[in-house]
């Protein structure tokens, strides 16, 4: 007798052309029908096919998300059968994901997390690229980058608020509270630097991004997170001047390596207003290095990494020396996150610290007030709910003009990728509010099911000495308790998931975060749940910010009555 094979679980999901075992296409799930036991569970599923969406991730035949090689699963076995475990898993089961690996379902509890995982977790010791690219090599463990491990991303929109509101601060500490008639040199157009020319023309400036793919520049074109683009240097230059001049906000693609153009800049006394850079600098195995072409850079990463490695970090010395010299003309520049000034100063350069990082000189005083990068998204894929929530949005918080200055903004320039969605940076009290009400909105059927998540650069959820907590009051930058503290409260609020990383957006060894995902599927748990899980995560951004020192916070925690025993 011949015994018919079972079929796994995920083949419908391949018969509703959502997933192509073969060309290994994953297309973001869409529509009301749901394949997993509740929309808890079919969240979890739909931003794991999200994040992977031709439209959504960097490299997805290789599951790469975005941020140099941040991925989404361990290899096309993990992702399948994580994918086939979500669709047997039972609403009090929990799954464990290990670096991308589905390793174990358990019975937990229905108020429990569907899923918790960890990602590139090294021992302090062993927390370097070498070590980690040895059991990467193995297939031991990946690198989940901050939202391509925990299935947060949501395009490039995700860091464009954060972006756009970095050069508010700059443009109102420096230039008068407007970027307009400043020109802004940056480089990096990948899934995180894509928002930056957007972002200087939503402040009025004109920025001149470098970019060394070609295929990412028109990709950035066609996307409209770009006007326009050249390879040669004296037209950018012009173009440049051009729009200066006239004081018209424009964003400008150069095609070159920024380890050539910056220099050059230098050389020619092109002296930008701001400058900052977003090449993938934490892994120098992804940074380009100055005289290669993608192509050839590929090949090379190949056959001789360590050539590769020492490349690249000498021509992000160079990339600083640059920076450093327009600064000495009086340049404003701040590192976006990147780690590429300790790369340059490793690699020789003593002043690569003579500029500060961007959290450090702006965007602190929103993390201590418990702001960051909140999102959500439609899980039914309708554009309409992610408008009633962006309308809800204002009614609810219409005292913040800020806010809705965002809101406005992004509903004009604003291409959804993938899901439709959203990020506002929602603060203490605000979180919780707003989950509540789009919870009812959920009930009464206005909406459908609503994602909720966050970057893991939050209030209280990251360690990073050169990133988030670089210069704390109190000089607490390394201390890695406060995420996983994270972890541990947003598991015990019954988030719907939760995720520790390692390495994060500065590379192995400098960070440790944390993340969640949160369904709000309707129900009276998933308000519960929600409205603990919105109050203390960012509940102990704000604590994290007291216990250092921060003014602001310790008045948030004696106004709102967070219970501090150490604060009185
Ligand atoms: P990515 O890998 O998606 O894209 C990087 C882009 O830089 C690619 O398009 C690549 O072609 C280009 N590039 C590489 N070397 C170059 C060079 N020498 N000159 C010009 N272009 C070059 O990366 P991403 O997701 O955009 O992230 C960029 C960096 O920003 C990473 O280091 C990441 O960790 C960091 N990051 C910052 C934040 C933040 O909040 N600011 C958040 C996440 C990540």
Redesign the pocket.
Known sequence: MVLQKLARPLETLVEEGYFDPVTKIVRAITGSKRHCANWQIEGILRMLFNVLDGDVA?DPKNLIV???TGKAARNWECFETTVDALLALQPDETLVMQSGKPVAVFKTHELAPRMVMCNSMLVGKWANWEHFRELEKKGLIMYG??TAGSWNFIGIQG?LQ??YETFVAVADRHFGGSLKGRFAVT????????AQPLAIKMNDGVGLT????EA?IRKRIEGGWLDTCTDSIDSAINMVSEAKGERKPASIGLL????DVLPELLRRNIVPDVVTD??????PL?????GLS?KEAEELRGRNPEKYVSMALE?MRK?VEAIVGFVEKGAIAFE????IRKNAFDAGFEKAFAYPG?IQAYLRPLLAEGRGPFRWTSLRGDPQDIAKLDDTLVREFGHNRRLVGWITKAKKYVRFQGLPARVCWLGYGERARFGKVVNDMVAAGDVGPIWFGRDH?DTGSVASPYRETEGMKDGSDAIGDWPILNALLNTSAGATWVAVHQGG??GMGYSISAGFGMVLDGTREAEEKAVRLFTLDPGIGVIRHADAGYETSTKIVREKGIKAPMIS
């Open positions: 960097k975005y941020g140099g980058q901050y860091i954060g972006t480089a990096g157009m990948g899934a995180m630097g894509g470098v970019e060394v793919d990412v070159g390596n920024a380890a977003q090449t993938p600098a934490h892994d992804s940074y380009i290095p100055s993608v021509s990339h976006y996150g990147n780690n961007f650069l957006g500065q």
